[in-house]
């Protein structure tokens, strides 16, 4: 009985041509408007790192001046290198990392290509085992390299391979802002989206090709490639050593606090260091400590923006209305054939096979509005990602995405369906046949 | 009232010519009540959506209490059936989704009348038909001789000079067609001409005058059958 | 006007008129909100940046071999750039407008006045920027090569004893003071602010973030020859040769010494465009779903408006037998058209400011100026109406004989 409601629906779309096509057409449109954003928002929104995210978190607090300072002002969004420094040091906890961003022309290997700027970040040892970062090669550097300035560097697989080719990069020699580093490390395709461990400065999508321990960078004075900020009354002084020793903001941190007392112990810790230095003149601001989970992170930076959001809610409230519009579409359809309907109730058709019947043709005109709608998807999937590199890399489509997408056709067409089909149902034959 | 004077009719399609009227000669005085009879295809309904004004002529002249129709368009033809005839149909053709007061407002709808003119007439009619108890009522709610009564009242509230009827009682049992017979005499006792199309002998034989129209000319009843031209076509 | 008749007809039809109904007041409530966003956004983007772009471009080098005489180079570099033949005007720079990468430093009037300071974005410039971004003087003078000052951020603090405010800067500093030219900020806080004299006003200069606010007019302009590995020039080129010149510059640089990258060789309008990529594509987005909406909502409209020209076939026949004329048919048409657009232009307005009012909280949206509600409003009864002539036209075309010959 399916296959032959199937045949009748099909047969039905194209005895009108302009009616069905405007109803596929619609639904085509109005769903992929709304699958297309809330992928972007899906993705951008995702956990970047499920297994460990309810681990990592970023502590934060307030060092500014009291020039411009406000009731309620957000706290920086990074610190400085002594607090992180002093962090590091003692705070307890599982692993730490801080990181600051850096950029360099790196050579070695082969000697034939042209010199290129690569983007870097300088990091402690933990972080590699805080990310999960995978290797290829090798292995990260060990907290003694940390201590003592190594001149040690992990690599993108895609630096490994400009420079070296097939060949293994382990243990070899290459050269960043004119210092030789030895390579201990290559990490495998790693491009977490969002890029959470540095969101402030430097760009969310674009992934670094290697990495320095922090205090060989901060001793080589490598400038920091990001956000610098300087609210402090006090002078500074310049240089990177007056950097390194001013209250200006351009590191970021992360700690593991894998249980509840864990971080109960380092929001301790971080209320007494701020009184302690508030005690030495520093932190003149009320105290305003935070320690962000990651997710929550992703909310304060505003991974999700509004923007994507505001799109995701129009698009659904655009669905809606061609929902409401296919209801009209397959109304006007369904009564012109009243006649039709009269004559099949007439000859004994129960009222369910009828609801049947055109239940079938509306899941049949879903289908069609599903195989145009993933094209249309990927319209609006481009359009979408035309906003920045960061939602272009975001709004793809993918097995889940493609299922979803034929799933929402077919069902807000049999949604769309349910009234006219049940009003198709109700005609009386014997009016039907007694006019016209 | 009503002259047609070698009146012709001819349709035409792709292929097909169609002659429905053939020089139909007719002369409709004032206060007359005439029965227009014929076989199925003669040509009746054309005749009557000529004389109502609904469809053009190919040839001849057609005055219309006094005035010639020829010249006019598709507005001033709108008016002259507004304000000088009133319709019944076999079908009754009241709007279901209106009540009795609103069908019977339709007309006068399209002419300068006030509210309160309206509302005036509108009463009258339908109390002349003896349906103003159920003035809010709708068309679904009434028996078909009662809806034809609403049809009428609907013809006469505009006060028209020709009350034109196409199988006024085709729908209705014979009691029913019996009641609309009757309003329809007592309506031309009144003073209005009426011109009722029925293919019914009996109630034909209820009128003044009939008017017989075989293959689109008129013929007496008395007369002897006109012989078909060859290769006439049907269809009125 | 036969309203009651109409409105008792539809009422007794309710669920074609409630769908139409419906799209119309989600299509407004969506409609106004939208066209609102891109207005604004758009307002954003076309912020002028006080330069002449289309003259302008910027071009970024690193010497990654680090020169010993770092002055040297970069007065060399801005020779070689001045040599080039179209070039008006050239100088070093530390950050460009709309270039999404600069400094934010607070000046003060008072130092001694704690929290007083207004932030601003410097722009270093050792030779003319008012002329190499034609930037319009509206008090004072351009600095003279004298004032420059040459500071190595190794072994120095920033500093200069001249400066150049933007209008809004001065505003900003100075409240209710038309001439500041004379008067002295200082650059920091407490007591070694250093103190700055101002030379001159500009009209207008965008900061290199150009955020959203109109903070990103408060920029001032430090004559200061900063010594950096990196170096950014500005160029302004007589109109017509820019991408030729912008070739010979970056060979130019690239000859001048070993050890070079030229990391950026790009147009101001370039600029212009990846600041505000962002802007921009929302605004078609949302421009998008505008124009997807009303023609849906108009697709619906023509669809139930023909299929009551279907279903009342025989009645638009009956009345034209009556005594109506078409122009009476298209008006009834019109006439019911209207009164189901006013239902749902009413129902979309309220619709408007409680999805609008959902929007404020949830995403900080603005609140929503009545203008563009009245205007959509406007807009839908408008595209309702249009939407129903073709239908209408049909009915109207139905002949009287229809009362008759159908059965």
Known sequence: MLAYYVKLGVKSLRRNPVLTGLMVLILAVGVAASMATLTVLYVMGSDPIPHRSGQLFVPIMDNSSMTGFVEGDDPPEQMSYRDAVALKQDAPATRQTALYGLAGVVEGGRSDIAAAMSDGVAVHADFFAMFDVPFREGAAWSADDDARSARVAVLSHRLADRLFGDQDALGRSIRIGGTEFVVSGVIQDWRPLPKFYRLVGGSRLAHEDFFLPLETAVALEMDPQGSVDCNTDTGLEPGFAGLTRSDCVWIQMWAELPTASDRQAYTDFMAGYVEAQKALGRFPRPINNRLHPLREWLEVQQVVSNDSRLQTWLAFGFLLVCLVNTIGLMLAKFTARAGEIGVRRALGAPRLELFKQYITEAAVVGLAGAALGLLATLGCLWLIGRQSPQLEAAARMDWVMLVATVVLAVGASILAGLLPTWRACQVTPAVQLKSQ | MLVMKQLTKVYRTHMIETHALRGLDIHVREGEFVAVTGPSGSGKTTFLNIAGLLETFTAGSFHLDGVDVAGLDDSARSRLRNRKLGFIFQGFNLIPDLNLFDNVDVPLRYRAFGARERRERIEHALGQVGLASRMKHYPSELSGGQQQRVAIARALAGSPRLLLADEPTGNLDSQMARGVMELLEEINGRGTTIVMVTHDPELAARAQRNVHIIDGQVSDLSAEPVPRPLGAAVNA | ?407
Not at chain 3, 184 to 201: I, K
Request: aromatic residues 6%.
């Open chain 3, 1 to 407: 006007m036969e309203i009651r008749p109409i409105l008792s007809t539809l009422l007794r039809n309710k669920t074609g008129a409630i769908l139409i109904t419906t799209q119309i007041a989600l299509t407004l409530a969506i409609i106004a909100n939208a066209l609102y966003v891109v207005n604004d956004r758009l307002a954003v983007a076309q912020r002028p940046s006080g330069a002449v772009e289309e003259e302008v471009f910027r071009i970024q080098v690193l010497n990654y071999e680090r020169p010993d005489d770092i002055a040297h180079a970069q007065r060399h570099d801005v020779q070689l750039l001045r040599a080039i033949p179209g070039v008006k005007a050239a100088t070093w720079t530390n950050q460009v407008p709309m270039g999404q990468s600069g400094w934010g430093l607070t000046l003060t009037v008072d130092p001694t006045l704690g929290g007083s300071g207004v932030n601003g974005s410097p722009y270093f410039n050792p030779d003319s920027l008012v002329q190499a971004l034609g930037l319009e003087l509206v008090q004072g003078r351009d600095f003279l090569e004298s004032e420059v000052v040459e500071i190595d951020p190794a072994t120095a603090q920033l500093r200069a004893d001249k400066v150049i405010l933007s209008r809004r800067y001065a505003e900003q500093l100075f409240p209710d003071q038309p001439e500041v030219v004379g008067r002295t900020v200082h650059l920091g806080a407490g007591a070694d602010a250093a103190p700055l004299q101002v030379v001159g006003v500009v009209d207008r200069l965008v900061s290199p973030f150009a955020q959203a606010s109109d903070a990103a007019y408060n920029t001032f302009l430090l004559p200061v020859r900063y010594l950096t590995e990196h170096s950014q020039y500005l160029v302004r080129v007589e109109a017509g040769q820019r991408d030729r010149i912008m070739a010979e510059a970056e060979a130019a640089l690239l000859d001048a010494r070993s050890g070079r990258l030229v990391l950026q060789n790009q147009t101001l309008d370039e600029l212009r465009g990846n600041r505000y990529r962002n802007q921009r594509a929302v605004a078609g987005l949302l421009t998008a779903v505008t124009i997807g909406l009303l023609l849906v909502t108009a697709s619906g409209i023509v669809g139930m408006a023909s299929l009551w020209v279907t279903q009342r076939r025989k009645q638009i026949g009956t009345r034209r037998a009556l005594g109506a004329r078409k122009a009476d048919i298209l008006r009834y048409f019109i006439t019911e058209n209207l009164m189901i657009g006013t239902v749902g232009v009413l129902a979309g307005a309220a619709l408007a400011i409680g999805l609008n009012l959902l929007l404020v909280r949830t995403i900080e949206l603005p609140t929503l100026p009545a203008v563009y509600l009245f205007g959509g409003m406007a807009a839908l009864l408008v595209l309702g109406v249009l939407a129903v002539l073709g239908p209408a036209w049909r009915a109207a075309a139905v002949p009287p004989a229809v009362a008759t010959r159908s059965v």
